[in-house]
Each structure stands twice: as structure tokens, then as C-alpha cells.
């Protein structure tokens, strides 16, 4: 017996979609999903086209460039960040969220790191997310005598804590002992100035400069407390840090700031337990963030993108881009989840839901889904016929987009819809535009024969000239190939070429193409090719042959015959006999015997 499961989704509205997995060993399991799209904001939408290119050109890649396409990643964000202004400060918050877990993976999952030393990364995300100190800094160099300043130490040791060091001695000179704290500062070995020597005489180097530092801490006497504090930070000592802490604001902070100044060459190997030791001093202040990024550091890509899912539920984008760059790196576990998809297309499944049902976005939701290849079709088959159709151009784009991927039974059906709302305002050429995409043979037909009754009703066609450019389009149905030879009857008439439009008017009164009850009609548009004479045409001769008039002569005998002709067509129809016997007559004196 088969137990494979099968796997599928119904959307509930426009914002929920139920997701399902069953086979015929089990019960059917499903899930309720829902989101509140939050694409909206300008800022938003700019994430959204800009982080579509990129996403965009990663699916084109060979592989080699996920380094260069994070990095575009970030750069959007921060971009997005500086635009956002004060009145904007949750926006503001929420995408420096996104930058900050963004900028952990990378570095931890994507950055080709010299020697596997992670701390040079880490420190330049620090002064990125906390610009505090050099904001202090400004504030401090403002006033007449900065060391007065309420926050000069703080400021201080922020500075020391960020690895600003020329700034950090640019305040510590002000004060007593500055001279001897900076005498250590200046000669402090940096890892980023060690360009051209090994990382162990960097070690070296370092690990002599910071027993200095120990000796000196032991001997030297200070007159201001602060100033032992800041060596005693030079020194690695812990309870120093801790003393700190607040000044930090978060423990990745003060990790990155303590391994500055007890492990400055700590690789991502080892990084998890720093990182567990500085969580426990601020372990009544751990929030889902804090456990996300904790996760990076542990190198559980899994792990990380199921609490960004619990995180920011609201807003797929993140984690969407995020599972596929990871996925790229081949950092991710392609295992299937329950539902038939791995975590890297449930994410972005996701997100182009979300994406789908906005009116800036529908389109590029579509092409989130096409990336999706165990379940995006099956998806956008269901979601497509959703989306919200304003105008004529939205259908078009949404019917180009369905042809582009093969979505052949959506398509169809987008334009069975176009056509039956063009249909019932009344605008039958839009109706048979539509038709004609759908190939619907039922409703083109009906559609044709529509417009036959209304030219009986008004005497004229109206928006008909597509039909001049129908080709063999036209053989789908014999009512419209009739429609399209009739109008083309018409445009004879109009250019003057009165005998292929005779020719052309008995073949379809011949033929029986039309519906029966337009046959008057034909007849009826054989008058001016008997009556009216003009000396500048052809029409001074005989234009109707006496073969032709016998076909007409004798198709008007069949209607009446059949009964086809109602009580108002009497008068017509003496009218059109007289006509043809008339024609008949001269054609036989024009003829040669």
C-alpha cells in the first residue's frame, strides 16, 4: 500500500491559507496560517523591489557570489535606515532589527574570515548598531570644559569599550593619570594593523603588551578611580566589565568588547561559549532576539530562521531572504518539514503570499512562487484567481505573467472572467478579445452572434477593428470566422472594390456560415451593388453576375420557405426580389452569349 503523503494548501481569504499533509496511513494533519501584510510603508516598498533584485540576480548566480549579494542585502537595509526619520521610529527599529541579525549570519554563516578570526566583524557591527560614544563624544567636545561633562567617563570608557582608541586619548589627556593610560592605549597591538605578519606574532605581540598592562595595574597608583577602571579594562578583568555593563546596553556588545581585551584573535568556533558566559550576566534581560542571535553563534541555521519565523511573523522578508541566501551557502538543511517543502521554500512560499495580494507587489510575488519548486505552482494555481483585477491592464500583466510561466488553465480562466465582465457591460469586442485568448469556442461564438444582433438592431459594428488583424484566429469558430469576412465585406464597400465585395457577399450568403436570421441582411447589403451607379467606379457596369443573382434569388426563397422571415421583412423583401430580377436582366445583356 502507497504511504506516501501528499501535500497541498486552500487559501481561507485573502490572508489565511491552510496548509495539509495526509496519506493513507495517517489522519489528514493540517495547519492554519495567517499574517498581516505590513508591505505598505514606503520604507517597505523599498525593501521589497530593491531586495527582489537582488534576490533576482542570486537565483541567476553560480554560487561563487553569496559573499557580494549579502552584502547588497545589507546595504539595502542600511539604506533603508538612514531614510527613515524620527517621525518613522518604529519602521526604523524594526529594519535595524532585520540589519542586526542579518549582519550576525553573515559574518557567521557567509564571510570568508582571515585565520577564522571573527573580531574585527564583530566590532565594526558594534559601532554600527551602538553609535552612542561617538554621539556623546560631539556632545562632550562642545562645551568649554569637556572633563566637566556629567557624562566624560562614561563617554570614556564606551570609546575603550568600541575599540575607539585616538578618541578615547583625545579625552583621557584631560585628565590626571591621561599620560600613563595612554602610554599603554597608543602601543595597544591592533589585528587590523598587523597586515603582512602572522597571526602568532600578532599573539605575541599582543599577550607581551598585556602583561604590561597587568604589571603596571599592580604598581601604579591613580588619583582618579576611573582611570584604574580603564586599565583594569585594558587588562581583561571581568568584574570591570560587569561594573560596565549597562554602558554596553546588550551582552553581544559587551562579549565583542571583552574579547577585544582578553581574546582578540577568538574564532567562530568558540565564539558560543563567550557568548553563553556574557548572556548569564544579563540573564534577566534575554529576550527572542537575544536567542536568535545566539543561535548564529551556535551555527544552527534551523534554529535561527524558526525564531526569526516566531519573531517576525508580520513580515516574511527577513527571514524569506535570509533562508535563501543561507540556502545558497549551503548552510542550510534541505530536509523536508511536514509539509511537503523544505524550510527554505516554506519561508518564501510565505512571503510571496504575503506579496501576492498587495497592489504594488502581486508581480513579484509570482516570481517568489516560481522559485519555489516542490509547491509554488500548485500555490500560485490557487492564488492567482485571487488576486484583485481594477482594470484592463492588470488583467493583461497578470495573463502575460500566467503565459511567461506556463500557467496555461489560470490563464485560460483569467480570461474566461475578463471577458464574461466585458460580456455583461456590454463591451462585446473587449468580450471577444478575451474569448479569443481563452480559446473558448463556446463563447466566442455566442459573443459573435451578439454582435450580429446588434448590427441588425443599429446597422453598424462598433471597436471591431481588431477583427482586421484576427488571422487565423478567425477559424476558431465559424461565427466569427463569418463575423470577420462580413466586416471585411464592409471594408470593400468602403475602398470602392465593388466586385471582390460581390463576390465576397454571395460566398457567404452560399456558404451558410452566418446565423440564419442575418440572411435578410446579406441580401438586403446587395442593393447598393445594384441600385447605385457611379461613373468613376466599376459600379457603372454590372457588378453581380446572373450566377450570383440566382444564388440570391434563390436564397431568398429558401427563407421564406423555412419561415425565416418575419412580418416588419415583407416589404424588404419585394424590395431585394425586385432589385435582383432587375440585376438579373442587365446581367444578361451585359454578358457576353
Not at 10 to 17: D, S
Not at 127 to 133: A, S, T
Not at 372 to 380: D, P, Q, T
Not at 471 to 480: A, I, M
Amino acid at each position: 500500500m502507497d504511504s506516501t503523503p501528499s501535500h497541498g494548501a486552500a487559501w481561507i481569504n485573502e490572508n489565511k491559507l491552510m496548509l495539509y499533509s495526509s496519506s493513507q496511513n495517517e489522519e489528514i494533519d493540517f495547519k492554519v496560517e495567517n499574517w498581516e501584510t505590513g508591505l505598505n510603508s514606503s520604507i517597505n516598498k523599498y525593501i521589497v523591489f530593491e531586495g527582489h533584485s537582488v534576490f533576482s540576480e542570486v537565483q541567476l548566480s553560480s554560487g561563487n557570489d553569496v559573499q557580494s549579494h549579502s552584502h547588497a542585502y545589507r546595504s539595502l537595509l542600511r539604506a533603508a535606515i538612514q531614510e527613515l526619520g524620527p517621525e518613522n521610529d518604529d519602521d526604523k527599529k524594526l529594519v535595524a532589527l532585520y540589519e542586526l541579525v542579518w549582519s550576525f549570519c553573515e559574518v557567521l554563516f557567509i564571510e570568508h574570515l582571515p585565520g577564522g578570526c571573527v573580531l574585527p566583524y564583530l566590532m565594526e557591527l558594534m559601532k554600527w548598531h551602538f553609535p552612542q560614544p561617538i554621539e556623546i563624544l560631539d556632545d562632550v567636545l562642545s562645551g568649554q570644559d569637556p572633563q566637566d561633562h556629567p557624562k566624560f567617563w562614561d563617554c570614556i570608557i564606551s570609546l575603550v569599550f568600541q575599540g575607539h582608541i585616538n578618541e578615547a586619548m583625545s579625552l583621557l589627556k584631560l585628565t590626571p593619570d591621561g599620560g600613563e593610560i595612554n602610554s599603554f592605549l597608543e602601543k595597544m597591538p591592533l589585528l587590523q594593523n598587523f597586515s603582512g605578519h602572522s597571526l602568532s606574532e600578532f599573539k605575541i605581540s599582543w599577550s607581551m603588551w598585556q602583561e604590561n598592562c597587568k604589571q603596571s595595574s599592580e604598581s601604579m597608583n591613580f588619583v582618579l578611580d576611573q582611570s584604574a577602571d580603564v586599565l583594569n579594562i585594558l587588562c581583561g578583568n571581568l568584574e570591570t566589565f560587569i561594573k560596565y555593563k549597562d554602558l554596553a546596553q546588550t551582552w553581544y556588545h559587551l562579549m565583542t568588547s571583552y574579547l577585544l581585551y582578553t581574546m582578540p584573535t577568538v574564532t567562530v568556533v568558540t565564539l558560543h561559549h563567550h557568548a553563553k558566559d556574557m548572556m548569564g550576566i544579563y540573564k534577566d534581560f534575554i529576550s527572542p532576539l537575544d536567542e536568535i542571535l545566539f543561535s548564529a553563534m551556535e551555527f544552527d541555521a534551523h534554529a535561527v530562521l524558526t525564531q526569526c519565523i516566531a519573531q517576525f511573523s508580520n513580515n516574511w522578508w527577513l527571514v524569506a531572504h535570509l533562508a535563501d541566501i543561507l540556502h545558497h551557502a549551503k548552510q542550510l538543511d534541505e530536509t523536508e518539514l511536514q509539509y511537503g517543502c523544505s524550510l527554505r521554500e516554506y519561508t518564501l512560499l510565505h512571503y510571496a503570499s504575503e506579496l501576492i495580494f498587495c497592489q504594488d507587489f502581486w508581480s513579484i510575488g509570482i516570481d517568489y512562487f516560481m522559485e519555489c519548486k516542490k509547491l509554488g505552482r500548485s500555490y500560485l494555481e490557487v492564488a492567482i484567481p485571487r488576486i484583485p483585477i481594477e482594470n484592463q491592464n492588470k488583467a493583461l500583466r497578470i495573463w502575460t505573467a500566467c503565459e511567461k510561466h506556463n500557467l496555461i488553465n489560470v490563464a485560460s480562466n483569467i480570461c474566461k472572467i475578463m471577458s464574461s465582465m466585458a460580456h455583461q457591460s456590454d463591451n462585446l469586442g473587449l468580450a471577444l478579445i478575451w474569448s479569443l485568448q481563452a480559446k473558448d469556442l463556446v463563447s466566442v461564438t455566442n459573443i459573435s452572434e451578439r454582435i450580429l444582433d446588434n448590427y441588425i438592431e443599429t446597422g453598424g459594428f462598433s471597436n471591431l477593428d481588431f477583427l482586421d488583424q484576427l488571422g487565423n484566429n478567425k477559424l476558431l469558430s465559424n461565427r466569427l470566422m463569418f463575423l470577420g469576412k462580413y466586416r471585411e465585406f464592409h471594408n470593400m464597400l468602403k475602398n470602392h472594390k465593388f466586385s471582390a465585395a460581390a463576390d465576397l457577399l454571395v460566398s457567404l450568403v452560399e456558404s451558410n456560415l452566418g446565423p440564419p436570421r442575418f440572411q435578410i441582411t446579406l441580401l438586403l447589403d446587395s442593393l447598393p451593388l445594384i441600385n447605385d451607379s457611379d461613373e468613376n467606379s466599376d459600379k457603372s457596369k454590372v457588378v453581380i453576375s446572373s450566377n450570383q443573382t440566382h444564388i440570391l434569388l434563390k436564397a431568398l426563397e429558401d427563407m421564406q420557405i423555412k419561415k425565416l422571415l418575419k412580418e416588419s421583412d415583407i416589404q424588404k423583401v419585394e424590395t431585394i426580389r425586385l432589385a435582383l430580377v432587375t440585376n438579373l436582366a442587365s446581367s444578361y445583356l451585359d454578358e457576353p452569349w
